[in-house]
């Protein structure tokens, strides 16, 4: 019984003096806590998408806290009111951010585009890409394997007839999509507002788009020309809008002679 005794003395002082050895390590080795970063932390969304300019949301707590940038209004996912919680914490005046989502700029569907190839490598856009271009016949749309799908930590994208499709009640702004997508077909529009959008990047001649694709921009210069605010230029074939000068009028898209033009008034329906 003595042996027993002894040796349960024996473990509680191990014991003893190993919790000890842990609490002094703990004070010794002890890092700083920032209790401001942590506050701003709190009041991020966690989607360390990076749409803010840092990396991720402690990147963007710990810059704050460190004053290394003093503006609160950086994280779109989060909008206005992050934006608001975060200045009353920093003891900042806030400037309003202006609700975005995404859209995909392409109408390559199965009726636009055919396949050029039967492909049946790895799933993924990027790697598509690398085979001749991809399986269809225009190499500056979508292929639709659906690389941003995959990226967005709000199931906001799915694939409709071979076309990558963003829900806008479900999108966040926050720019994953429009860095996984290979072929740079990812724009961010302005919530509740109306503007022009062309839906292609086609940069070949015209009549080497019309082969490739039925929707494709033909580069013709009518929507140019129709446009009252001169917002719409013509860059290397291919029409591109400046959405600060357009007013949505639908001038455009009534000239476009294949229809690459649209107008979205995009809304959350919440």
Same mark, same amino acid.
């Given at each position: 019984?003595?042996? $027993?005794?002894?040796?349960?003395?024996?473990?509680?002082?191990?014991?003893?003096?190993a919790?000890?050895g842990?609490?002094?390590?703990?004070?010794?080795?002890?890092?700083?806590?920032?209790?401001?970063?942590?506050?701003?932390?709190?009041?991020?969304?966690? #989607? !360390?998408?990076?749409?803010?300019?840092?990396?991720?949301?402690?990147?963007?707590?710990?810059?704050?806290?460190?004053?290394?940038?003093?503006?609160?209004?950086?994280?779109?996912?989060?909008? !206005?009111?992050?934006?608001?919680q975060?200045?009353?914490?920093?003891?900042?005046?806030?400037?309003?951010?202006?609700?975005?989502?995404?859209?995909?700029?392409?109408?390559g569907?199965?009726? !636009?585009?055919?396949?050029?190839?039967?492909?049946?490598?790895? +799933?993924?856009?990027?790697m598509?890409?690398?085979?001749?271009?991809?399986?269809?016949?225009?190499?500056?749309?979508?292929?639709?394997?659906?690389?941003?799908?995959?990226?967005?930590?709000y199931?906001? $994208?799915?694939?409709?007839?071979?076309?990558?499709?963003?829900?806008?009640?479900?999108?966040?702004?926050?720019?994953?999509?429009?860095?996984?997508?290979?072929?740079?077909?990812?724009?961010?529009?302005?919530?509740?507002?109306?503007?022009?959008?062309?839906?292609?990047?086609? +940069?070949?001649?015209?009549?080497?788009?019309?082969?490739?694709?039925?929707?494709?921009?033909?580069?013709?210069?009518?929507?140019?020309? #129709?446009?009252?605010?001169?917002?719409?230029?013509?860059? !290397?074939?291919?029409?591109?809008?400046?959405?600060?000068?357009?007013i949505?009028?639908?001038?455009? +898209?009534?000239?476009?002679?294949?229809?690459? $033009?649209?107008?979205?008034?995009?809304?959350? +329906?919440f």
């Open positions: 019984m003595s042996q $027993i005794i002894i040796a349960v003395v024996i473990v509680a002082v191990i014991g003893l003096i919790g000890l842990l609490a002094v390590a703990s004070i010794v080795f002890a890092v700083p806590v920032d209790e401001k970063a942590e506050k701003i932390r709190a009041c991020l969304p966690g #989607a !360390n998408c990076g749409a803010c300019g840092f990396t991720g949301c402690d990147g963007y707590a710990a810059a704050l806290s460190a004053g290394e940038t003093s503006e609160c209004n950086l994280c779109t996912p989060g909008g !206005n009111d992050t934006a608001k975060i200045g009353e914490i920093m003891g900042l005046s806030v400037g309003k951010i202006t609700p975005m989502v995404a859209a995909v700029m392409c109408q569907n199965r009726t !636009n585009v055919e396949d050029k190839l039967e492909y049946s490598g790895v +799933h993924s856009c990027k598509a890409t690398q085979l001749f271009g991809g399986p269809k016949n225009c190499v500056y749309g979508c292929i639709g394997f659906g690389d941003c799908a995959e990226v967005c930590p199931d906001a $994208i799915f694939i409709c007839d071979g076309v990558a499709r963003i829900n806008p009640d479900k999108c966040r702004a926050c720019k994953k999509c429009i860095a996984a997508c290979p072929r740079q077909l990812i724009d961010l529009f302005p919530l509740d507002t109306t503007k022009a959008a062309v839906l292609c990047r086609n +940069h070949d001649k015209g009549a080497q788009t019309r082969k490739q694709c039925k929707a494709g921009c033909i580069g013709c210069m009518k929507c140019v020309k #129709a446009c009252p605010m001169e917002a719409v230029s013509i860059n !290397n074939f291919c029409a591109t809008v400046d959405y600060d000068k357009c949505g009028c639908g001038k455009c +898209h009534e000239a476009c002679p294949v229809g690459a $033009i649209d107008i979205y008034t995009i809304k959350k +329906h």
